[in-house]
């Protein structure tokens, strides 16, 4: 197949087509790009939600995509053209999970694409293609995902790598990994604000949000905190402009609660930005004590920094700092230090697609990583003083396999039991939470103490 250059002005669908050509070159999500047209050409805003939506959907399901595709093409996967093989992935997309669209549109302008993109054989196969796919989904006989394991099939209809599924199922088991799986393509995810209290009682920010036709819930643990959903780029709210409320998963909120830091302390938080926690743990400070709040990129600290300004908060000193290099003027001085360290982020792949297929092999250093971080950041807490670790991760390797790896060096800490709700505890002083049961990100917690005869 070869691509015809001769390319008219770009719509809604040549704008996810290029996005889709785009991760699978650099395995990046695209969302840079795809600002970029819209700005460029004027998209109107109900363009750019399906955009969003089919590059999203696309990416999200990209392992069953390519398994339709390769059932019905009578050419290999790999000797079709990326192109052409971008455009059926669009295509099938909008055929097999929108049903707002209808099939013959769907096909109708996949053909189109092609016409732009493809030369005339291509075309005739993308029809072909496409026809034969949306006639056996209006007749309801999409073929099943045969795989000769229940781990394979897992795989292939949720879209997540064999190596991946099998962590889960260690973990969960055949039919929670499954109800995990399902909720990690789930096809919208809500948006968690949590209120600035420091400015404003929930109630009275809960009417706002109302009064702005938001549709919003609050959350069944934490009462300052909404689940908003339709919301559009909540940064442009009245109440986010105001400062009442800040972006935060009820996860990372939750690890403030299991700190529990209190007014008066000095909190380090080592990996601060986008600032949530510190934020978090300011207003439960209600402004009394100090937060240092570091990163080691100079742009995430002047990040961290607006989010303050923004919510009036000044207990907050941001600055950069490499958090696996140790500072002397540090040691043995915080109440609370948090190290929320960097990870896979297979937690929040329900909210970054993309996640899902990173290599076995591209996160084997983590854990060395988060034990030299947890490892220094813990020579800042005062005797009593209190070590929160945490990840956006669900991967034991990368949570319990590192807290027991440090308390073994370390017995001057010891875990230390906490409750997030009344039907929410870890007595043993360290907890995984699951998108399918608790309905936040997947995230992990564990509280050390610091023994005071030291």
């Known amino acids: 197949m070869v691509i015809n250059n001769n390319v008219a002005p770009l719509g809604a669908r040549d704008i996810a087509l290029k996005a889709i050509e785009a991760y699978r070159r650099k395995k990046v999500w695209p969302d840079f790009l795809l600002k970029t047209f819209f700005e460029k050409y004027n998209i109107p805003q109900k363009d750019i939600a399906l955009i969003w939506r089919i590059v999203g959907g696309v990416i999200q399901n990209m392992m069953l995509l390519d398994y339709y595709i390769n059932f019905y093409s009578n050419i290999p996967l790999n000797k079709i053209h990326p192109t052409a093989r971008d455009i059926l ?3 099938f997309y909008q055929i097999i999970f929108l049903d707002k669209i209808p099939h013959s549109a769907a096909v109708n302008q996949g053909v189109e ?64 990994t499954e109800a995990l799986l399902e909720m990690n393509n789930s096809d919208e995810v809500a948006v968690f604000a949590q209120v600035n209290t420091l400015h404003a009682a ?19 643990w934490l009462e300052d905190c909404f689940e908003l959903r339709g919301a559009g780029d909540v940064t442009k709210l009245s109440a986010f402009r105001d400062g009442l409320i800040y972006v935060q998963d009820p996860a990372s909120r939750l690890a403030i609660v299991a700190s529990g830091v209190k007014s008066g302390d000095l909190v380090i938080d080592a990996c601060s930005a986008p600032g949530g926690k510190a934020f978090a743990a300011a207003i439960a400070m209600e402004k009394c004590g100090k937060i240092l709040a570091y990163d080691n990129k100079l742009s995430k600290v002047q990040e961290i920094k607006r989010g303050a300004a923004r919510l009036g908060i000044d207990i907050i000193k941001a600055s950069q700092k490499d958090s696996t290099e ?90 230390e039991g906490f409750a997030l709700s009344e039907t929410l505890n870890a007595p043993a002083g360290m907890i995984t939470l699951w998108p399918h049961r608790n309905k936040t990100d997947g995230f992990f917690m564990c509280k050390l103490r610091r023994n005071t005869d030291i």
């Open 113 to 176: 694409l092609a016409k732009k993109y493809l030369n005339p054989s291509a075309v005739k196969f993308v029809n072909a293609v496409l026809r034969k796919t949306a006639k056996d989904k209006q007749d309801n006989c999409l073929p099943e995902v045969k795989a000769s394991t229940d781990l394979e099939k897992l795989s292939i209809k949720f879209s997540h790598p064999k190596w991946l599924v099998d962590e889960f199922i260690r973990a969960l088991g055949i039919d929670e």
């Open 89 to 91: 992935r669009l295509s």
């Open 326 to 415: 140790t500072a002397d003027e540090l040691i043995g001085v915080a109440d609370v230090v948090l190290a929320d360290v960097p990870c896979s982020g297979f937690g929040v792949i329900r909210k970054k697609p993309e996640i899902r297929y990173k290599s076995k092999e591209s996160i084997i250093g983590l854990p060395e990583k988060q034990l030299q971080i947890l490892s220094n950041v813990a020579k800042y807490v005062k005797p009593g003083g209190v070590l929160l670790y945490s990840t956006c991760t669900v991967l034991k390797c990368e949570n319990e396999d590192v807290v027991s790896s440090f308390l073994q060096v370390n017995s001057d800490f010891s875990a």
């Open 202 to 220: 929930a109630d009275d920010v809960f009417r706002t949000l109302k009064d702005n036709d938001i549709d919003v819930a609050s959350h069944e």
